[in-house]
Nanobody
Framework: VQLQAFGGGLVQAGGSLRLSCAVS????????MGWFRQAPGKEREFVAA????????YYANFVEGRFTISKDNAKNTVYLQMSSLKPEDTAVYYC???????????????????WGQGTQVTVSA
């Protein structure tokens, strides 16, 4: 299974970016997909996720309605639309995949077993 994330960049505070993560080598519809981020010197933290079985998306509290996760099964791609970006959103964003996360573990990066290479998001003040 391979995940390739792209779409990061430099944006001013208040701006928007859309991250994409293309999945290959797996049955995409059977994978839960998520986005995590990691700032320098910090642990990888949960941002958003969708379970393969459907249902509502999961978001970190700091998202506060600014980000939207979605997926296109026909394109084997998951997206993270980010708006109202803040300098504290600056981080490397990783997409993750898992065939086994459940509701109680979906926010814990240790339970995600497939990762993309990360894409840098930098938000200037």
């Amino acid at each position: 299974v391979q995940l390739q994330a792209f779409g990061g960049g430099l944006v001013q505070a208040g701006g928007s970016l859309r991250l994409s993560c293309a999945v290959s080598g797996a049955t995409f519809s059977r994978y839960s997909m998520g986005w995590f981020r990691q700032a320098p010197g910090k642990e990888r933290e949960f941002v958003a996720a969708l379970k393969w079985s459907g249902g509502r998306p999961y978001y970190a509290n700091f998202v506060e309605g600014r980000f939207t996760i979605s997926k296109d099964n026909a394109k084997n791609t998951v997206y993270l639309q980010m708006s109202s970006l803040k300098p504290e959103d600056t981080a490397v964003y990783y997409c993750g995949g898992s065939s086994s996360v459940i509701t109680s573990t979906i926010r814990d990066h240790r339970y995600w077993n497939v990762w993309g290479q990360g894409t840098q998001v930098t938000v200037s003040a």
